[in-house]
């Protein structure tokens, strides 16, 4: 009997299972249930409470810097290596180059403020590090490393002249503060490159340090903090900026949490290896707050009207613009870049940087820029541009004397000055990766197909509008694979 | 219509040659020309990289500098077009001048229609009437018709020729004829027309083939009765050509030597949305003008203004409008724009050779593609203006030329993108693609129009729906309707109705001129003493819109009065219900209608009643069109606050001879529902009170103790199946009652419901098919058979003993064995079930699922609304059949015996085995 019962309970599992299976086949065709971003973002560990293990008092930067060695040995010897201290690139060849070269703001210019070579004082407010001061800086001693920078509260904390603290900060309480970076930290220079709040990025300024969700979604939406994305290991510091990295190494990209295939339509998908997603899901650039888009160095000097938006007579006068449209070009992740000391020719347009890449380059996409145009000095005899000394002792900011600020900054920046100077044309290309609009706000095919003025076609490349054209496949000659 | 028969000059011909040389190899619309290596321009919205440069010529083909002439467009384009070809065969001319005849032989539209057009078909919204030959008032003539409606008409046609077919220049002053007369605005006077000084509209190339038209200027050009100037006007602010001291004088630095135009003054194009939009409704572009509430309803928008359709890419919440919950809306306004579509894609010229569609029929069935077709330069000398178009509901204009676009399924592939839908086929057959994917127009689109009452501005008392008062822009849902489709199938389609009332007079009837309408409410700009002791409730010397309304008999006679003095016979009012075709404003699938319940719940969307209009003046209820390829699925109602509804109603047979609708989850009979549960509940009933009696019988007879034996009843196959159909069953009715009322059960996803369903329909038949071979095969079946000899007698006595016998405790009738487990009752219970109530259901089930594949033997067999409450019927007689089967299986030695019979497959029985029996171990 037993043996029978075990029998008829086993057919009508097997029966209730197959009805239910067959129910389940069916009910369970739901989509999957939105993921949560926060899963492709490795945890971190809780903060250490430092008020008890950093009692002070200290009486300077490094000293805090010693006190945060003791237990932190290797950070030390880790932040000698980190472009934030270093401001200066491993060596790298650039195309058309015989010799490898270094790019940072040590060594090099850009068309903002131009150079920090002799102009320490003000540019060094933003190095992590204390008492920059003379090109003979001692960049092997870890207790010149800034740690608070970084990781005390910068409510607590802030940086001066010559990146020393800041006058009135109470180091002990600063100490104590520290964690893991927030994106007031990483923002309390990068949100201010170029010399003030959202002058130079285009994608990167105060709005970001409480964003709203329509500023950006991962920082506002979903309130990542940068180094959430910028994910780092020992002090080396994800993601590079084509200004100061000229080489696709240590890229952060979309892709590293978000499928490339993620578009409902497949003619989306078939745009991810020729657009970057940024070039749709930031379809404007500096949204909150307008960003420099030019700079003329050769008007400065004169006692005109003063607005920090529209002239000043330190630096010459401006155009600012929020929301404005990028300009869009190929790039591989790869860059050229002017080498201090570099020719030009004065008439032209002289590329600080410019991305590389073209219609018949697989590797590149169509990504989106600020492109920021100036007027800066270059030495009329020796037909390079010039790095003044515009903060420092004597500097232009101070006398407005152009031959004073070329001469006394010689030995600085290594740039002989011939004695006469002109003011040339430059370009620099910013790429925009922040500010991402929430997916409603992405471009839609009309903004550059069809009556759609956003892309270029012909100067991109293409016959025409690849929607009535045909891609880039089609267009690159011998490119026959679709 | 006159066709000129063209003489070209051999210079023309050297011209043509040559350009046919070239024109073919690369002149692109669309055209994939991938491997070239110097690519020329692409075609952009500015100007054809492939146009030459050209002279303007006027009418006698002289330059237009030579004598400051107006510019003909048939002699500066016919240069290299054929445009005597183009503007006889374009149906934007013509708008109806072919088809005119005498009123009320258009067809089924209003019977003082005299053509399918613009020209000759009245529209109450428009108002004015065209009148015929012969009519004693005229309301328009011809001049004036052109002054008033030229501004939606591309010229040609009845603007270059009479209705007789002569140019119109040509016409004999004939003093009564409405051709050559001119009514007088002011006074009424009939005077006659000077059509040479007027000189005619040719139809205009530039409107609709240069980038910026100056719609404006020709417009007023118009107007102003300066016919032969409408094509130089609309150049204007080109350069070429300005207007000094109300002349046209040509610009000579605008052109060259040779005296053409020199490049960028005038670009030739293609026709892009916005030049199509300059008549047919609003187009954004990028970089456009904010649009404002206004815009939207401007007469001139008129597909915007009739429905509340805006082709623009612009996403909702980019918009300028001031749009209810605008942040949420990030759809554009039409996904064909978005995905940068232009009008011409789908309505294109149908001799052009890119678009161009083979006929269906006709074609030998293995011939996919017939590379045989015109060459480019053919067609571009004589591109065909009839554009593929489809069917809408207004547009009864050129009806051979209906359907000639591209389908949504022409493009689409509806399978690939529904397979989550169920009963797809049925859904696909049911409704237009316009129906779920147009959900609801984000516009202002006019409601009602009622000419019976006139503003102090002379104008008519408008309604809007989509709008709130306080100017926010709320979208509405439009009406389905039935559409009549091409290939003769019917579907719901998306409708803007609306309602109009008018006066007409005399027999046959004329709608009243808006002039005489306007005497009779107003003096000197002000309301007639009449008029406002008949209508001023409040006194105060004013009319308002509350007051502006005919709702009286008194009042409805005052006004009927004042048209009688001024000589109009019958004044009477007239109602209409106008259909507007919604095709356009697409949403992905996203934006779509795709919540099963919006349509299958008591509130579906499909009968949501729509408001035409807060009174019925003079009571009249309007009357649907007849021409509008659709009919109204229900009725019109004046509900208790007064306001008219059209109601469409669903699972009710109609005069109209369409096919009723059944939703599912809607509509249901509820005699059927009652009737059902009145059996249900009387079964439950009834066994619980015959257990009751037999729990009080138990107490006093003890059932006597019988030797009871343990045998192998029911073998493994024979429960499994019982079993299986057990859970399926349950299933099936639990499935069908969420299907049946889903507002009951809101937490239950009714597609997936819907599939159970269907699933579990399978599962019960598979297993009902394989237990019918195991019963047939093992002659199991016999079991269910009655024998018919002495059947009555037994069946008496099983039924004796179910009311008598089992109350004191006797003995079943018929023992229970291997051979025998059914009673006479059973038997005869279990043939009606399995003959009559499981084929039932099964066949009305799929018959009801095959409604999607075999729609014609469905409804051949009573459709839906036959065949859904049989269905539900069956499935409340089976529900009872459960109660009175699980029931009885309580009346053996114990309660629980036969169900632990079923379960394990061993009985207990009375008295000695019978032969072949297994006896048990225990």
Redesign the interface.
Known sequence: ?KA??Y???L??L???L??GF??AA??S?DPAPPEDAWAYIAPTAAPTDHSALLSGPFESGPAVTAACLDCHEEAGQEMLRSVHFTWESDPVMLPGRDAPVTIGKKNQLNNYCIGAAGNWKRCATCHAGYDWNSTDYDFSNPENVDCLVCHADTGAYGKGEYGNPAEGVELAAAAQSVGRPTRANCGSCHFNGGGGNAVKHGDLDGSLTFPAADVDVHMGGLDFQCVDCHRTEDHQIGGHMISVSATDENEIACTDCHDSAVHDDARLNSHVDTVACQTCHIPQGAVREATKMTWDWSTAGQDLPEDTHTYLKIKGSFVYEDNFVPTYAWFNGNADRYILGDTITPGETTYINRPLGSIDDQAARIWPFKVHEAIQPYDAGYNYLLVPNTAGPGGYWTEFDWHQAFESNQENSGLAYSGAYGFAPTVMYWTLSHMVAP???AL????C?????RLD??ALGY???P????GRS?TV?GGAEE | MKKNKQTHPPLFYAILALLLLILPAVLVD?G???A??E?P???T?TGSPMHPDFPLLDAAGEHVLAGDRAVSTMTTCGGCHDTTFIASHSFHADVGLSDFGAPGSAGDGLPWDSSPGLFGKWDPLTYRYLSPEGDGRVDLSTPEWIQLFGARHVGGGPAVYSRGGQRLEELAPVTDSPETQYVDPDTGALGPWDWEASGTVEMNCFLCHTGQPNNEARRAALESGDFSWAATATLAGSGLVEAVDGEWRWNAAAFDAQGNVVAGHVEIQDA?SANCGACHGLVE???QEPLTADDLQSADAWRTRTTGQLYS?E?L?NSTLNLQDKASL?R?WDIH??????CTDCHYSLNNPVYFQQPDAGEPEHLLFDPRRLALGDYVYRPLHEFAKGQSAQGTLAPELDNSLRRCESCHDVEAAHD?LPYRERHTAALSCETCHTPVLYAPAQASVDWTVLGSDGNPMESWRGMASDGVITGYEPALLARENGDGSTSLAPYNLIASWYWVYGEPARPVPLRDLRTAWLEDGAYAPEILDGFDVNGDGGLDEDELRIDTAAREAVVAGRLEGLGLEQPRIRGSVQPYSINHNVATGEWATKECRDCHGPASRVTRPTRLAGYAPGGVTPTLLGDASTQLHGELQVRQDGALYYQPQTAVEEASGLAPLYILGHDSVDMVDWAGLLIFVATVAGASAHAGLRYFAARRHRPQEEALRTVYMYG?YE??WH??QT??IF?LLFTGLIIHKPDRFGIF?FR?VV??HN??AA?LLANAALSAFYHLASGEIQQFLPRPRGFFDRAFAQAKFYVQGIFRGERHPFAKTQQRKLNPLQQVTYFGLLNVLLPLQALTGILMWGAQRWPELTSSLGGLPFLAPLHTLVAWLLAAFIVMHVYLTTTGHTPAGNIRAM????DEVESVPQPGEVE???
């Open positions: 009997m029978f019962k029998t008829a309970v057919g009508l097997a029966t209730i197959l009805a067959l129910l069916f009910v065709d997916k409603e706000q839609q095919c009309n903004d197909h069809g009556e759609g003025t076609w012909q016959h025409g509008d929607m009535e054209w045909g089609r000659s | 669309g994939r020309v991938w070239q290596e690519a321009d692409a075609a919205a892009t572009t990028v970089g890419p996403r919440l990030s554009p724009a978005e995905r940068a579509l232009n989550w493994i429960r499994l079993w299986l859970v399926v299933g996803a997936y599939e159970a699933v579990l599962i379960i394990t497959g061993w048990g171990i225990s």
